[in-house]
Antibody, heavy 114, light 112 residues
Framework: EVQLVESGGGLVKPGGSLRLSCAAS????????MNWVRQAPGKGLEWVSS????????YYADSVKGRFTISRDNAKNSLYLQMNSLRAEDTAVYYC???????WGQGTMVTVSS | DIVMTQTPLSSPVTLGQPASISCRSS???????????LSWLQQRPGQPPRLLIY???NRFSGVPDRFSGSGAGTDFTLKISRVEAEDVGVYYC?????????FGQGTKLEIK
């Protein structure tokens, strides 16, 4: 069974940092591109970042470019999102999702507030 | 960026009746590889999104056949032939033809 489990969310002050993790199981993680997608409270879905299977190709939404860094460790079947210079508008549930959105995690909540 | 526009934003439907959601993109979603990367997602209350339809009209594994997708180019439709209580939630169209990937605003399906 394909499973994606996010962790690392929490409450952080504006300007602070957080590192999200996504542990993958049930499929050959190293063969698939991965995405981070977020959803602000009561709002719709927003794509954040994508990384190819070998990390050769990386893309970001303009809203996070220069502040967030996506990475992966295929040996550990894990996806990461390093979030720096956090703002109130980054408050959201962050989901990791496999390429083409065929699998999603349950999400981890990030709250940016003083 | 490709803008995805869904209509309606809210759809009250009677159980057993059909429902239809439209999605229009601001530019063609035909990729240079010939595929059209238009998908439909369902998000039930309190749940993460779930893939229903990929590449316009392909039902994902486990998705009931009352869900169908159609369209081409910039105009796409999700249809539910007979709405059931478990279909309540928000439906999103999304494109993965060009970065940045984008989503429609979401259509809330509710039972009358």
């Amino acid at each position: 069974e394909v499973q994606l489990v996010e962790s690392g969310g929490g409450l952080v002050k504006p300007g602070g940092s957080l590192r999200l993790s996504c542990a993958a199981s049930g499929f050959t993680f190293s063969s698939y591109s991965m995405n981070w997608v977020r959803q602000a409270p009561g709002k719709g879905l927003e794509w954040v970042s994508s990384i190819s299977s070998s990390s050769s190709y990386i893309y970001y939404a303009d809203s996070v470019k220069g502040r967030f860094t996506i990475s992966r460790d295929n040996a550990k079947n894990s996806l990461y999102l390093q979030m720096n210079s956090l703002r109130a508008e980054d408050t959201a549930v962050y989901y990791c999702a496999r390429v083409s959105y065929r699998a999603w995690g349950q999400g981890t909540m990030v709250t940016v507030s003083s | 960026d490709i803008v995805m526009t869904q209509t309606p934003l809210s759809s009250p439907v009677t159980l057993g009746q059909p429902a239809s959601i439209s999605c229009r993109s601001s530019q063609s979603l035909v990729h240079s590889d010939g595929n059209t990367y238009l998908s439909w997602l369902q998000q039930r209350p309190g749940q993460p999104p779930r893939l229903l339809i990929y590449k316009i009209s392909n039902r994902f594994s486990g998705v009931p056949d009352r869900f169908s997708g159609s369209g081409a180019g910039t105009d796409f439709t999700l249809k539910i032939s007979r709405v059931e209580a478990e279909d309540v939630g928000v439906y999103y169209c999304t494109q993965a033809t060009q970065f940045p990937y984008t989503f429609g605003q979401g259509t809330k399906l509710e039972i009358k």
